[in-house]
């Protein structure tokens, strides 16, 4: 079976400071992989997405950046963190073109003081 | 522009109230339409894929219906464990990856 890690699970940073998160998928084969931010009272904002390995397609223009350097990791990452980046980040995957159920992993809470 | 909406935002029932939520949307060309559960502090966990107008899936208490403008979630005989956020999303033909969440229902099922 699939599963989907996320680490951390909480993370407080100051404002200024660089970020790192980063999600595994085990158990299936080129995932597509999608970055997503939850913030409170809204829905789920579609911040990255990415089909293969190196290939990184970004839906909102801000501070962050995502990489995919192997095919079922995929990291999230900042150079200098706002106040408006806090937020409960979500990672998740689909199979690709033959299914579209998008499978969720646990969150990141981040915090920017 | 694709748009999801839900309602209501927030619902109370008594255990065994059966109720349902809505799920409205506007797409062009639907791949799929997603319901999800999401408990506080957790990721949203999948429950169902409708994928044409007329199609119903069921999961021990819970049944989602699609038209061509909506989608149900229908709960029957609710228990206290099945109070959390209900989340939709929808899939369009536009040829992106995007997929477009409601802001959710807040279920709370009182014992």
């Known amino acids: 079976s699939q599963t989907i890690h996320q680490w951390p699970a909480t993370l407080v940073q100051p404002v200024g400071s660089p970020l790192s998160l980063e999600c595994t998928v085990e158990g299936t084969s080129n995932p597509n992989l999608y970055w997503y931010r939850q913030a409170a009272g809204r829905g789920l904002q579609l911040l990255f997405y990415?089909?293969?390995?190196?290939?990184i397609s970004s839906e909102v223009p801000q501070n962050l950046s995502a990489s995919r350097p192997q095919d079922r990791q995929f990291i999230l990452s900042s150079k200098k963190l706002l106040l408006s980046d806090s937020g409960f980040y979500l990672c998740?995957?689909?199979?690709?073109?033959?299914?579209?159920?998008?499978?969720f992993g646990p969150g990141t809470r981040l915090t920017v003081t | 522009e694709d748009q999801v909406t839900q309602s209501p935002e927030a619902l109370r029932l008594q255990e065994g109230e059966s109720s349902s939520l809505n799920c409205s949307y506007t797409?062009?060309?639907?791949?799929?339409l997603f319901w999800y559960r999401q408990d506080p502090g957790k990721g949203p966990e999948f429950l169902f894929t409708?994928?044409?107008a007329g199609e119903e899936k069921e999961k021990e208490r819970l049944k989602a219906t699609l038209t061509k403008k909506e989608s149900f979630l229908h709960i029957t005989a609710p228990k206290p464990e099945d109070s959390a956020t209900y989340l939709c999303?929808?899939?369009?033909?536009?040829?992106?990856?995007?997929?477009?969440f409601g802001t959710g229902t807040r279920l709370k099922v009182l014992a």
């Open positions: 998740a995957w689909s199979k690709g073109a033959s299914s579209y159920e998008q499978y």
């Open positions: 999303a929808v899939r369009g033909t536009s040829g992106t990856y995007k997929y477009i």
């Open positions: 797409v062009s060309g639907l791949r799929g």
């Open positions: 990415s089909v293969g390995i190196g290939q």
């Open positions: 409708l994928y044409s």
